[in-house]
């Protein structure tokens, strides 16, 4: 079974700062997802992605499949990102047919 | 309306009681799936299904059952509640690769 660590397990940021999060993996996969859970419970998809970076607006995805590693970026961060960002993999490593391990996740918070 | 929409949204039941949570979908996703949230120990799969005919079991899925009923709908059953299995529960979609994951806005379940 893939087994995920991710850091910071908390992270505390001022409004306009540049946030990362790190993902790191056991077995060799083909594509990462992260998750965002918002106070009130609800989960997500922000991307899946199997190689170089991603972008959607202020939030960036990386991921290294040598390194068995992924980072997420935000970039002048706001206090309506405040939430849990969870990174998950394929369970059995190899290709992404759905069933996924977790990330324990990281509790973000941006102060004003 | 939602694409995946759980209900209900919460449920306080007794030790003892059989609850069903049910999930249903406008995705057109083959693949459906069931975790449950605990604090401190991230997601985990409880069951899963790829179509209507083929129903897996997950890592903690003593104690649980599920019926798919139709490609639209997946329903998870707990026979006896009992008080550790108090948690956040939710239902996912995705496609055959893995993509277009989305969850449910969860059910919080409660045993006493």
């Known amino acids: 079974k893939n087994e995920v660590e991710q850091s910071p397990q908390n992270l505390t940021a001022q409004e306009g700062e540049f946030i990362t999060i790190n993902c790191s993996y056991s077995?060799?996969?083909?594509?990462l997802h992260w998750l965002q859970q918002h106070p009130g419970g609800g989960i997500v998809s922000l991307f899946m992605?199997?190689?170089g970076k991603k972008k959607h607006g202020r939030l960036i995805a990386t991921i290294n499949i040598q390194e068995k590693h992924s980072s997420l970026h935000i970039t002048a961060s706001h206090p309506r990102d405040s939430a849990v960002y969870i990174c998950a993999v394929p369970n059995a490593g190899g290709t992404s047919y759905g069933k996924l391990t977790f990330g324990q996740g990281t509790i973000l918070t941006v102060h004003p | 309306d939602a694409d995946v929409t759980q209900t209900p949204r919460n449920r306080i039941t007794k030790t003892g009681k059989r609850i069903m949570l049910e999930c249903s979908q406008t995705k057109g996703h083959d693949r459906m799936y069931w975790y449950r949230q605990d604090p401190g120990l991230g997601l985990r799969l409880i069951y899963y299904s790829f179509d209507v005919k083929d129903i897996n079991k997950g890592e903690i899925s003593d104690g649980y059952s599920v019926s798919r009923q139709a490609q639209a709908k997946f329903s998870l059953s707990l026979e006896s509640a009992i008080p550790n299995q108090t948690a956040l529960y939710f239902c996912?979609?995705?496609?055959?690769?893995?993509?277009?994951?989305?969850f449910g806005s969860g059910t919080r379940l409660t045993v006493v």
């Open positions: 992605l199997s190689s």
């Open positions: 077995v060799g996969i083909s594509a």
């Open positions: 996912a979609t995705s496609d055959f690769a893995g993509s277009g994951y989305t």
